[in-house]
């Protein structure tokens, strides 16, 4: 199959690597065209715009930042919707809003494109390894020719349903499980602490329990390090993510009270200047609200 | 070692039988008597009273129902404290509040006796078979003698500090972190469901990635299949739990928002009519605020 | 002075009829035009367009339904900013985010045009009356000159500071406290009533003592009357100014923990089918939480 | 009338002061006899125990700290119950806890004696000018037997029901109301003090429209002056306050969010080390999350 790969940040570059170190013929376009050089080196050609990208493969992935970058790409001038042909098929893997992604599965119906949502979970190192989760939502037939390529990316696809939006609502609903559980553990650490106990012993406690899986390991490793420089993801990404994932709240009439209060946490970080810590520094929230001390490394 | 054991509830049965066939001289003492026939066919003695059992053993354990119980049992007439001798301990092992945690603790201190606290993680299957979890706090060298026997009830014995309440709170904040799992899969599960999305599928793809936890695993599958009135925990005791962990809060001036949440849920759950249903029964009323289709099995 | 006034919807409508009974010069700008008829009996002139209103006047006042209307008349074509001239000044006085305020404040000052916002309180009865109160914000001697075209509206006008914006929150922010005050009263009235108390009770209670604010008063009456279908103000723009209260509190780094048990109110409301019903409605879901018995007139 | 009065604090003093000026027999306990000097001057009697003041008179109030002294001036040696001759009427006017409550009302009726509760609101000096309000429940006749007594407290008299305990958890929601209200405004002025609005503009605008009831003036006074040293009601017994109201809630399965919201502000400000300020500081937490200097003065 000859693929194109719209967008080689963080996550793009190593996933795109992905598609060619399987075989495939792949057409790149970044809007830092250096970013493409040790692609280019191992065989991909590159795209002049989107556009061009788009008229030459079967299948176009999207890997962008944010909303307004996908909107650009797909829709705007030399965009992947103005070169798409009919046989080929738009593949958005970004997080975006729903808003955004009903936008992309509209304007391509509109065109008589195709069009699905195959939303990734994991970070750069497991998109490295072909180790991300894939949640897919579209056409079942349009699904099964991709599974080849999706393949690359991870073992794991897990379809979710017809219509592409609700691909983008499940990558909203697993990320705001991630702020979830630091506020759940971050309260439980709080309260232990103030009662003298070492949240590293309330930590192989619960992983050494029920509390075991990946999502309490890795954040509740970082938290009882307070460790909040590694290089993740930022308090504005959270904020961005648990708002995404509350205005699909306000779509569907559903009350979300804990992503209330993650996003409360998530404000009162920015105001205590972490706006560019990893996001597992709203625990010093909690901590300063228990009258704990406070992190020092700032 | 000679052992005692005080209650012989759905946990402390298979507890006692556990220590019984690890071949420890077992003395038993229960308010209804005859369940301890089955442990008596099995070697073990019945004692008269708690204070009975406690003169005549190394280490007596009690696992009963709630503060009054072990309150009573304890410092009650012919409770343990009227028969431990200087050599012995008493290990709690219920799930008591801090505050009933600090009477036992400062109760024996004043009498010169010895205590430590052993709070245990799991149902009564797991009782049954030597899988618990065990968190114990007390003196370090009164914490040696012990591992023996404690080893009966699991494999893993975390030792959370020197005061005995620290292992109450760790096992109340565990608890905690059970609803309050509950509470954050219901509200994914609820949007998705809203958007069109099986919450089986959901919970498929929680447990297929980064949210593969007893956790997340044992309570999801009830919440996906609505299983509310198999032989588990009632609401009322998720409420006793809940209830318990803020008033610690109160205790350390943490707040708990989270917590909060989960307490309106169990509140709600009891004026719907639902107190003595599982607690996963909560997952209703994230439902019913957003109208989907309630439990038709009530 | 020759005032113009752009939207005479409900609000609008009498507050051009007071600058026009106060004998001010009017001319008027409405999408639908019939609704100028009786303004134009009683003297006022009509414009063709926002920009044709605008060129002619030295004030002139906008009072439209949401951000759109207000941006479309505003700087669409043949808006406002299209005629507004050197010496003349464009008074908003809708309810909109802060994110159009500043679009506002923004647009014009780049085209060297004068601009200040004039938010109203109050509902169409007191627009007729002249008994709205105004929040006004802008440049110190702007305000001056506008002071009597503005003492037709209300008799206190407050100054809310130099930046326009403000007065856009300062609106938002006491539309906030009526849906929290409902909040805060309902769950008093539900608790009361479970101990037998008739919510009419608590009402004379709390309106004869410490709690006699017209907000208490008005929105407390319809609350314990259960007088869900009065002409007012539906729960969808109770979710609309919640939201933009929201959203502020996300610009400036402010949690806020009463404004999301709010908004999840209203969505709550909406789910249950009350989108269209007045906001007081949000009351039934604390009723239903509690187990009370439901409104019956739906 | 033969009037008895124990407790002789800050409230209960100025309101046997009322009715000794009324021309009432007054009959006085208080635990620190000193407090009752200058009313044995202006004609009171000094009983030698609460038993021994309630078989001397026709009605006695009692005015007592908390539960516990309440109960201990009850039902403990020499307490009310063992004196109350079968024609008298208990009356409490002390802010109890619900279970309390329950206690007094079970605990007389077991004796067959007469209690109603008429709890007041108002702060010592609304005492001393007879301006507080009364919230009374018990049986009809008793109540109207009562009223002129009660009248010496304060003109408006609420009869809330015929169930002592009623009354009990209106004032307890009438305090919550003012903590709810100080949340509510905590919320507004920090919100537009980080948009640049001085809070004191912001508070004359809501007295000066919806919000001008009381509550919004004498605590958002207090608040934008960031007063928090006067000699006001301490953080903790807010604590208590709320404790007490969402105790209640426990009781009748009615969720209280609003509720947790304060309660976590008090505990966190109890944790900030202003356990023994007025409680209006809760504000210092809600302006602290939101980055705002925090309070010069402790």
Redesign the interface.
Known sequence: MKIGFIGLGAMGHPMAKRLLKAGHALVVYNRTAAKADDLVAQGAVVGATPAAVAHDVDIVFSMLLDDAATQDATFGPNGIAAGLPPHAVHVCCSTIS?AQARRLRDGHAERGQTYVSASV?GRPPAAEAGEL?V?AAGQADVLDRLEPALQCFGP?I????E?P??AN??KL??N???Y??I???A??F???E????DPH??F???T?????????KNYGKLMVDQEYDHPGAPVTLG?KDV?M?MN???D??????????V???L??A????DAERDFVVIQE??R????LKQDSKK
């Open positions: 729903l979970l989760f949640m794991k897990f379809r979710v349903g219509d939006v609700q609502l499940v609903s697993l705001f499980m991630i979830s559980t506020e759940q553990m309260e439980v709080a309260l232990n103030k009662a003298g106990t012993t309330i192989e406690i619960m050494g329990s029920f509390y075991n899986a990946p999502v309490h904020l708002g994932f699909a709240g306000g569907y009439g559903v009350p979300l009270p804990y992503a209330s209060v996003r409360d946490r404000l009162s920015i105001s205590a200047g929230r909690v300063q609200e228990s009258g």
